[in-house]
């Protein structure tokens, strides 16, 4: 495995001592992204929060991370309020696997020294107010086949029981993992005869879930998937996406976008790969002539396109 292994977690939680042991146990190299900070700019983490000021130690870490992010088989320990500015995180969680150490936030402060922590000043009940604060949301993903089958009995379980997760349903119109069959999304049984589509919409807002918190979304427009994440985390209720976008296999959608891909215009591109980091798309490769796109195993979707941040991939075909 060369993905980097990436642990996160609260100050004092242990991420450099399970780090260590694991980057001895990996033979990998450890990395902390603070002691990172700290000697690029020789000055202790406390100091330039003083005087520099929280903003500034962020976009230090925004850095380091990119930087770590074009690296593999690192064992990576983050500081503590990484996770918090979401561009530091996705750098490193597209280069490897994170692992959340979950500590007590009242046993950390306990057994740990809060002398050079810079959000451990304000004694015992500050600390404990501003974790309190953070609060955690819990995120579920399941395919709209699974859905079918053993997903609706979870979501009259949550409504009924008022809970406060947002269900995201990922409708790809197929059942991916068993080999392609039709489920009730689709209006076709496993004998190919036409019958009556399920409607997910329809059914989520049949077991009890509030109209004003259903959305569905195409997950290839990036600003709008990006936009209806945001109020899934801010919701303060059951909360439900439907996201929608046919399987890329499937036959039919390989008919509908035939002739459609995207190309990198090579005086554009930069060479910077965050095409290929942040989708993992096939079609994407790099090669002695820079980062190019297999025209035969593109199909248009414009994730890479959306997401490159010199403008360098460009359109073809409708
Ligand atoms: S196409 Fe864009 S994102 Fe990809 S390497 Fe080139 S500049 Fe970077
Ligand atoms: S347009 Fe979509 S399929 Fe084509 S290379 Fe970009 S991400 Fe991959």
Known sequence: ????????GMMGCGKSTVGRLLARRTGRRLVDTDQRIEEALGRSIPDIFAKEGEAFFRDWELGVSEELARERELVIACGGGLPTRPDSIASLKYSGIVFWLNRDPGEIYDAVSMAGRPLGQGGREAFLERFAQRGLKVFSFIGDSTFFHSGITGLINAVYNGAKTSIFILDNSTTGMTGHQDN?????????????AVDIRTLVLGCGVKPENVRTVDPYDLKATAAVVKEAYEAEDLFVVIVRQPCALLKSVIAHRKGQ???VNADKCRSCKVCINKTACPALTVGE???SISTEDCNGCTICQQICPFGAIEKEGE
């Open 1 to 8: 495995m060369k993905q980097n292994i990436v642990l996160i």
């Open 289 to 291: 002539n820079g980062v």
């Open 261 to 263: 891909h995207c190309r």
């Open 184 to 196: 009730p999304v689709t209006g076709v049984t496993l004998m190919k005869d036409v019958t009556t």
